[in-house]
């Protein structure tokens, strides 16, 4: 069974950094693509950034220049750096992976982590 470990969130001031890591455990044939979203309290959930098997990399543009998102493939595991952290960045994230599986064949499937909170605030 296929699982999305999440670690790395937490409390920090305006203008700290983060660093976000999830590990993608289980059966797990190949990766096509992870990525990071958050939802903030009262809003829909966002794509943060997302990362391709060939390290092709899309960011939301609130992000850009502040996050990078990065994959160490040999571990099936993505990293957020956070950095020049704002309170808006407030979020619940949430790790996302695109996969197959020995028994899905060329099938794709969609997993998400547990979600772990991210709080910028003096």
């Known amino acids: 069974q296929v699982q999305l470990v999440e670690s790395g969130g937490g409390l920090v001031q305006p203008g700290g950094s983060l660093r976000l890591s999830c590990a993608a455990t289980g059966s797990i044939t190949s990766i096509y693509a992870m990525g990071w979203y958050r939802q903030a309290p009262g809003k829909q959930r966002e794509l943060v950034a997302a990362?391709?098997?060939?390290?092709?990399?899309n960011y939301a543009d609130s992000v850009k220049g502040r996050f990078t998102i990065s994959r160490e493939n040999a571990k099936n595991t993505v990293y957020l750096q956070m950095n020049f952290l704002k309170p808006e960045d407030t979020a619940v994230y949430y790790c996302?992976?695109?996969?197959?599986?020995?028994?899905?064949?060329?099938?794709?499937?969609?997993?998400w982590g547990q979600g772990t909170q991210v709080t910028v605030s003096s």
């Open positions: 996302n992976a695109v996969l197959s599986t020995p028994t899905s064949g060329l099938r794709r499937y969609q997993y």
């Open positions: 990362i391709t098997s060939g390290n092709s990399t």
